[in-house]
Each structure stands twice: as C-alpha cells, then as structure tokens.
C-alpha cells in the first residue's frame, strides 16, 4: 500500500510551503545597502556606475547600462535596436510575457516562434520560416538559464540583418561555447527580481558592446535628455535638453548597493545551483513519469529554473493534478510558462491557438522544481521524496 498522498489526507511531506525560488540576503549585503542609506546619494549616484562596472567584469560586456527592473532592460533594447511601428520583431511563444510586451511598448508587432523540443529556446528555424521583410530583430530567451543556439541565431541575423536582443533574465553565468553571456555579441538584457540569480530588490541592465545603444539606453532611463550636454554643463549652467521620449528607468544607488555585493556571492551561487541539479539528475532519473532538463554541447546552463516534463501517458492523472498533489505536499511546484499568445491581452490583438506545435504541446507537460541556492539539502530531499509519493500514487 501507497502512503496517503497529503491532497488525500496523508500527512504531508514537510510542515511548511517549500517556495520555488527566492533570494539569499546575508549580513554583509545588509551592511552595504545601510552604507548607501547614510550616505549623500539615494539615487543617480556613485553605486549606480559601480555596480555597471562589476556587471562588466564579470560578463565581458563593453557597456552595461542598469535599470529599475528586468522589464525596463527589455524596453530600453528595443528602443536601441531601432524598433519602432511597422517593425515585426520574433519572440519566442514560450517566456514571460515582458520578453513580448517590450516591442509592443515600441509600437512593434510581435510575432511568435516556436522553440526547440529540447531546450525550449527560441527554434531558429522556425524563426527563419517566420521572417519578413519587417523583421527588425529577434528576442531570444534563455530558458531556464540554458543560452539559446546562437551560432544558428547570429548566422541568421547577418544573413537577414536584423538585430538580436537576448533576454537573458535566465542565464546570468552561463556560458556559449566558453564565453560569458553579456559577451556574445548581442544585445542583451538581465533581471535582478529576487527570484533571479543576483537581486537588487527591483532591477535590470542592457549589456552591449555598441556604445550607441548603451548612449540610448543611458538615455532613456532618464527622460530622453542629452547626456553629453548635461555633461559638459554640471554645475555651470540650467540649461538641459530632452532629445527623445525618455521614461525614469532610473535604479537607485540603495538598489545598487545590494547588487555589487550580491555579484560578489554569484559564482558560489552557481555552483551550488549545478550541485542542487546534480542531485536531481540522481535521485530522480529513475522515475517513469519524468523526463529531466539537459543541456547542450557547448551550453553551460545557469540553471536559473529546474523544469521537468511529466510524462502524462505514464501517470493516471493529469499535470493539474500532479500539481495539486505536490502543493498539498508543501513543494512549491510551478509551471513557465503558460504561451505568451494564449494571454487574453494577446488574444486581443488577433493571435489564435495552434500556431506554435512544439511549445503548446510541451506547455501542458511542464513543471518546474524549486531551485534556489539556500535550499538546504533537507529541502531538496523533500522534494525527491514527494515526487516519488506521487509516483507510487499515481503512476502506470
Ligand atoms: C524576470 C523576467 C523578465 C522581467 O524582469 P523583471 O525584472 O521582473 O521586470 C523578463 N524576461 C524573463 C524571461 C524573465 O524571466
């Protein structure tokens, strides 16, 4: 007989909600953000270009622009990759949904790729397939952590010229071929929301190698105005200039603060992210139901998410189900992402079902683990020991 599955009244696994994902904050990160509080600049100071150097260091990136949120990132990229109306800009059909609401912000049009059974990424040819003579750029999303398959993307983008816009939310610390991500030649932008690998609370950055977009993205965070007038005139003069339709994209120096002293953290982060996947890989490749991420020659995964694919024609139940069980478990289950044009917003602006095979089809198998560095081992034999309940429970 099968122990009792928790959603059936069985005592669950452990007490409390395991969460998917979330920050670690120790003392030193506390210290330094209480350093920025007492001191002169709360914003638009010394933290803010500190942490855009630290950010260049580590990725390899020629300029590093920070802003207040990941989405802010992906807006301030598109408006540097010249997007605009009339433009039709790629974006995969699986990620959240920011990585499409950037073109629509610009007056672009998205249109919607299929990924890669394999890795979920971004599938370059189908991204081929769906190209225009409008097409100004690409989004290609990282999933997971794991970087998309550049070579094909950046072949394409020379050949068809247009623009590639990483959305590397995922992937900070991954590598392509042994190169950093921020270093692949792409415009690329990052998040530093707390379930990511660094966090500043609310917060972003456009990496590039082109000093015109990382001007443009300078520039737009702060209201459009001529930074090189605003330069030359510091302190000697009123007179600035706004020279295009700018936003306050601006992080603070509070934010910032957290930030360098979390890059510092990120390699031991990393590593225990790939001990935590290894452990995974072991315990769980034995079971029927499951089918595990894997990554690719020459792709190093940052491994940002842990998703895996149910094997539904091995379960007597349903994913829904297999989620409920879990979360009366107390494992924080989730599922990324639901199809971006399956959004009503979306739907709304004429995108129908059935476009996109391989990401609707695999959508109704995902679920992703918790993966976060602070998870003790406790709580990663949690999570083992509740998937082989359901199993006993539920599989074929
Ligand atoms: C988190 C995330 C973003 C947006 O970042 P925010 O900092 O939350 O605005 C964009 N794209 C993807 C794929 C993400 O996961």
């Known amino acids: 007989m099968a122990e009792p599955l928790a959603i059936d009244g069985g005592r669950p696994v452990r007490p409390q909600m395991l969460r998917y994902a979330g920050q670690s ?3 030193a990160d506390i210290r330094a953000v209480e350093a920025v509080l007492r001191g002169d600049w709360l914003t638009t100071g010394p933290a803010v270009a500190e942490f855009e150097r630290g950010l260049c ?13 990941g989405t802010a990132a992906l807006h301030a990229a598109a408006v540097a990759a010249g997007i605009g109306p009339g433009d039709d800009v790629i974006v995969p059909a699986i990620s959240f949904v920011a990585s499409a609401n950037c073109v629509l912000y610009c007056g672009g049009r998205p249109v919607f790729a299929d990924v890669c059974r394999d890795t ?4 370059p040819a189908d991204v081929e397939r769906r190209l225009t003579p409008q ?4 989004v290609a999303v990282d999933f997971g952590g794991q970087p998309c398959d550049y070579d094909a993307l950046a072949a394409l983008a020379a050949r068809r010229g247009f623009r590639l816009i990483q959305d590397a939310a995922h992937s900070l610390g991954a590598t392509y071929h042994g190169k950093q991500v921020g270093a692949l030649g792409t415009l690329a932008t990052l998040s530093f929301h707390p379930v990511k690998h660094i966090t500043t609370g609310e917060g972003g950055a456009v990496l590039t190698d082109d000093p015109a977009e990382a001007k443009l993205a300078r520039s737009l965070r702060h209201h459009g105005i001529d930074l090189d007038l605003h330069a030359r005139n510091q ?7 706004v020279v295009s339709l700018g936003y306050n994209y601006r992080i603070p120096d509070i934010n910032c603060a957290l930030g360098i002293s979390q890059l ?22 034995g079971l029927a ?6 990554e690719c020659d020459g792709r190093r995964s940052a491994w940002h998410l842990y998703v895996v694919r149910l094997h539904l024609d091995r379960l007597d139940v349903s994913r829904a189900q297999v989620f409920g ?3 009366a478990e107390n494992i924080g289950v989730n599922v990324h992402y639901i199809p971006i044009p399956w959004m009503t917003h979306y739907a709304r602006l004429g995108f129908q079902r059935g476009q996109w095979p391989v990401a609707e089809g695999e959508y109704e198998r995902l679920l992703s683990l918790p993966l976060f560095p602070a998870m003790t081992d406790q709580d990663h034999a949690d999570v083992v020991t509740a998937l082989h309940k359901v199993w006993r429970a539920y599989g074929r």
């Not at 302190?235 to 200039?241: I, L, Q, R």
């Not at 510092?264 to 490749?285: F, M, S």
């Not at 139901?289 to 894997?294: A, D, K, Q, R, V």
């Open 25 to 27: 904050v120790d003392d």
């Open 57 to 69: 260091s580590r990725t390899g990136a020629k300029f590093a622009v920070a802003l207040n949120t």
């Open 120 to 123: 979920l990424t971004i599938d």
């Open 135 to 138: 097409t100004r750029a690409v």
């Open 235 to 241: 302190g000697s003069s009123w007179v600035y200039d």
């Open 264 to 285: 510092q953290k990120l390699d031991g982060w990393l590593a225990r992210r790939r001990q935590l996947v290894a452990g995974y890989r072991r315990a769980l490749g």
């Open 289 to 294: 139901m499951l089918e595990l991420p894997e």
């Open 325 to 327: 069980a879990l979360r």
